[in-house]
């Protein structure tokens, strides 16, 4: 449970429990999160899809995929996918905040590489990005608020922009790769993702409602920029992992957004993604001739 600030917002609460008597309008079902056929990210979802499904894109020829987990820690420092909900201070929750895990997937396609050694990894439109927060209590916001969960499942709807993955600048330090001016970075642009919420834990979509976040920039440092974040990413050579975070407002609709507010500018969420290769995946090879930063297996 997550505490409440000081402040009466009596108003707010009783406005919020007056729609938890009376009932919701019907799910959000428009633009790029609107159900439609073929659309992995249209419509209301309670689990990602299977990294199987039909409808997702598969990776262009001569490129090689790789699954990647969201539930497993980062070998280099044991940092966890989290989320970390912000409510705005005209909320019922008032400011408050709260931190969930997060299970779900990433699909990145790998090209051959470059004549310098680098790689680029893609990830592609609808459905290569899968986030599934946590059920877990609010805990702010009063008796309307404190119990509902914060679950949802959220899917990408846009490709993210290709990302260059270069050699560690001195493997014999760290195996984080580099970009060609052996800066240490890893970041991703995704164009947008549908988010369900208002999910119950049960895998019900009874009453659920859809919402679409934009463009997130994972990993950018860019002040001003929407998605700014201070952590210039990680990726990580000898395991195949990689992680990334992002701070930016997460529009949210139905009864969770009432409780958090609806102006998400005002409550940026901070959301890390670590991203670890499934069992059995082959990954990439670092450039170069062999060293300590090669993987058990991978391919070159």
């Known amino acids: 449970m997550i505490a409440q600030r000081a402040g009466s ?27 439609s056929a073929g659309r992995i990210a249209g419509g209301l979802r309670a689990e990602c899809p299977s990294v199987d499904d039909p409808g997702i894109p598969p990776c262009p020829a001569g490129t090689t995929r790789v699954v990647y987990r969201l539930d ?6 044991g940092t966890m996918s989290t989320a970390v909900i912000h409510s705005t201070l005209d909320s019922p929750c008032a400011g408050a905040q709260k931190t969930v895990g997060m299970t779900g997937y990433m699909i990145g396609c790998w090209t051959q590489p470059r004549p310098d050694g680098c790689r680029t990894v893609e990830f592609l439109n609808n459905g290569t990005l899968c986030l599934h927060l946590a059920a877990a209590p609010l805990g702010c916001g009063g008796a309307a608020c404190a119990s509902r969960s914060v ?21 014999t330090m760290s195996c984080r790769s580099g970009r060609p001016n052996g800066q240490e970075k890893f970041r991703l642009w995704f164009g947008g ?8 834990g049960s895998g019900s979509t009874a009453d659920a409602c859809v919402t679409q976040w934009g463009a997130t920039l994972w990993g950018y440092s860019t002040v001003g ?3 700014a974040h201070p952590d210039p990413g990680w990726y990580d050579w000898q395991s195949g992992a990689f992680k990334v975070s992002t701070v930016a407002g997460r529009p949210q609709c139905g009864l969770l957004g009432d409780c958090l ?21 082959v990954v990439p090879c670092p450039p170069g001739a062999a060293s300590a930063c090669d993987p058990a297996v991978c391919f070159r």
């Open 9 to 35: 917002r009596a108003g707010r609460v009783a406005a919020v429990a007056a729609a938890v008597l009376l009932g919701r309008g019907s799910p959000a079902d428009a633009g790029r999160c609107g159900l």
């Open 72 to 77: 497993q820690p980062f070998p280099p420092d």
């Open 151 to 171: 679950e949802q499942v959220a899917i990408s709807n846009a490709g993210a922009a290709d990302h260059l993955v270069c050699a560690p600048p001195d493997p």
């Open 193 to 200: 993702l549908c988010s369900t919420m208002d999910l119950d």
């Open 225 to 227: 920029q929407r998605g």
């Open 261 to 281: 507010g609806q102006d998400a500018r005002q409550a940026p969420w901070t959301i890390t993604l670590v991203a670890t290769p499934v069992v059995g995946a």
